[in-house]
T-cell receptor, first 110, second 115 residues
Framework: LAKTTQPISMDSYEGQEVNITCSHN???????ITWYQQFPSQGPRFIIQ???TKVTNEVASLFIPADRKSSTLSLPRVSLSDTAVYYC???????????FGTGTKLQVIP | EAQVTQNPRYLITVTGKKLTVTCSQN?????MSWYRQDPGLGLRQIYYSMNVEVTDKGDVPEGYKVSRKEKRNFPLILESPSPNQTSLYFC??????????????FGSGTRLTVV
């Protein structure tokens, strides 16, 4: 499983766009990139997944450059309820052994 | 409602007293896994199961046992709990290893305190 590096924490004001970058230099050809969101005392929740270029859903966008050595989760116009820890996972679709790491703690400020 | 159900939500026990945390999913998922979460350490995988009767160690298996006798259930067993197993535990499931299918579904967590 590819090792990932994320910022430990980020602050943002309400209404702003937030971009969280994940570095995964040793990503393998078969690996996908998946992001999860976790609120305090709750289990992580799937946000978005991608392989290359750009993926968008109703809550976020995921940007993956051509070399795939990093990815950026973009949250448009964050609100206080987006305050959470965000995890980046990189692995093949097998996912037998999964490491979440410590994630990025996003604090949204009024 | 599709979900992963863990019980109990909270548990306080004493050192050495065997306990079991249950996990059940109603989505016919093949893959199930247990994680523990500790401050500053993120989520660490304890054990996982690819299917019935197939289990394997994650990153931190010491002091834990699991079983997968039926597809829907994946209990976590602490034969002789110690204070360093005080943690927040999560069970998760996924359709099958090769499926994307919106990733893992997690349970609500079990907060265990061993005194």
């Amino acid at each position: 499983l590819a090792k990932t590096t994320q910022p430990i924490s980020m602050d943002s004001y309400e209404g702003q766009e937030v971009n969280i970058t994940c570095s995964h230099n040793n990503i393998a050809t078969n690996d996908y990139i998946t992001w999860y969101q976790q609120f305090p005392s709750q289990g992580p929740r799937f946000i978005i997944q991608g392989y290359k270029t750009k993926v968008t859903n109703e809550v976020a966008s995921l940007f993956i450059p051509a070399d795939r050595k990093s990815s950026t989760l973009s949250l448009p116009r964050v609100s206080l309820s987006d305050t959470a820890v965000y995890y980046c996972l990189v692995g093949d679709m097998g996912y037998q052994k999964v490491t979440f790491g410590t994630g990025t703690k996003l604090q949204v400020i009024p | 409602e599709a979900q992963v159900t863990q019980n109990p939500r909270y548990l306080i026990t004493v050192t050495g007293k065997k306990l079991t945390v249950t996990c059940s999913q109603n989505m016919n998922h093949e893959y199930m896994s247990w994680y523990r979460q500790d401050p500053g350490l993120g989520l660490r995988q304890i054990y996982y199961s690819m299917n019935v009767e197939v289990t394997d160690k994650g990153d931190v298996p010491e002091g834990y046992k699991v079983s997968r006798k039926e597809k829907r259930n994946f209990p976590l067993i602490l034969e002789s709990p110690s204070p360093n197993q005080t943690s927040l535990y999560f069970c998760a499931s996924k359709l099958r290893p090769g499926e994307s299918n919106y990733g893992y579904t997690f349970g609500s967590g079990t907060r265990l305190t061993v005194v």
